[in-house]
């Protein structure tokens, strides 16, 4: 009786709306396929730290024109963390350009943006009347070591900038191989305060007095403890 009693046992409980299938087995575990390296970065990624996501703020509000770049280690010590890409910065009326910029710190652009405005333009305004357009760079990031060392330069980091000169709206242009010695006393005078503004800015700063390889840049570092030749 058991055999033909099941089969209207189970009509009963469909009717009722129960569930008497069994279930299907559960197919063998799938292997995953492979996320695409953007994809995997993303998931890898953590979210920036508050430290990191208040420094871009400060940027935006500087009113600078940047990108932020994934980290990226490069192996040997060299990587870019929290750091972004500047298109451009602004002064106190206006915006200038930038040369040979590739990624810097966060930290590293925050600082650079505030010497920019008030220590680059301002001071080209008013010793050299003019205000300024662009500055120039020989680069930022570079897994080197600092030279005739097996230290690894703050570059490595992208936490170093080399200015090599400034170009103003009136066309001229001020560097500091061809003005630091040979320039008008004017123009002497605005590259000593531009470099005595970035000494209140960075951690290290090297100019023409440091050694001849810093004869045609300044090499502005956010790390340091004022170091300032
Ligand atoms: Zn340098």
Avoid at 166 to 171: N, R, S
Wanted: glycine share 8%; with cysteine.
């Amino acid at each position: 009786m058991f055999r033909s009693a099941t089969p209207a046992l189970m009509l009963a409980l469909l009717a009722a709306g129960c569930t008497v299938i069994p279930e299907a087995p559960r197919p063998a575990a799938v292997r995953p396929v492979p996320a695409p390296a953007s994809y995997a970065y993303r998931l890898a990624a953590p979210a920036p730290a508050p430290s990191a996501r208040a420094c871009l703020a400060d940027l935006g509000v500087r009113r600078a024109a940047f990108t932020p770049l994934p980290d990226q280690y490069y192996g040997a010590g060299c990587a870019t963390i929290n750091s972004v890409r500047i298109a451009a910065l602004s002064g106190d009326d206006g915006s200038f350009g930038l040369t040979n910029m590739g990624p810097v710190t966060c930290d590293m652009a925050d600082r650079f943006a505030g010497w920019a405005r008030f220590g680059v333009d301002r001071a080209a305004r008013q010793v050299l009347g003019s205000a300024l357009v662009r500055i120039e760079t020989m680069g930022s990031y570079n897994c080197r070591n600092v030279a005739g060392t097996d230290r690894r330069s703050a570059h490595a980091q992208a936490n170093a900038i080399d200015v090599s000169g400034f170009v103003l709206a009136d066309g001229r242009r001020i560097t500091v191989l061809g003005n630091w010695t040979q320039g008008s006393p004017a123009e002497r005078q605005f590259l000593h305060l531009v470099q005595t503004s970035a000494c209140k800015r960075f951690g290290t700063v090297l100019g023409p007095e440091y050694n001849p390889a810093h004869r045609n840049h300044f090499h502005v570092e956010a790390s340091g403890n004022a170091f300032c030749r």
